[in-house]
């Protein structure tokens, strides 16, 4: 099984909960194995154990509130 990890810059984030929400949100998405966030960066780190299209993270990011952009 790959593992592969993917960076994305999250806009609108300002504390601990909504690094929670996020956090939550994502980690929820099917093949999902890790997910790191941090509001001081502006940055989300997700690690996947299975093939998931970008659009499912963009979507839970959005469901939890903020917008993200995939760091290319």
């Keep these: ?9 999250v806009s609108g984030m300002t504390c601990g909960h909504c690094e ?19 509001v001081a960066r502006g940055t989300l780190t997700v690690t996947l154990g299975a093939p998931v299209e970008d659009a499912r993270i963009l979507a839970a990011v959005d469901e939890a509130g903020y917008s993200a952009v995939r760091v290319a």
């Design 1 to 9: 099984m790959d593992v592969t990890t993917r960076e994305y810059t």
């Design 20 to 38: 929670q929400s996020v956090r939550e949100e994502v980690g929820a998405v099917a093949g999902v194995q890790d997910v790191e966030v941090s």
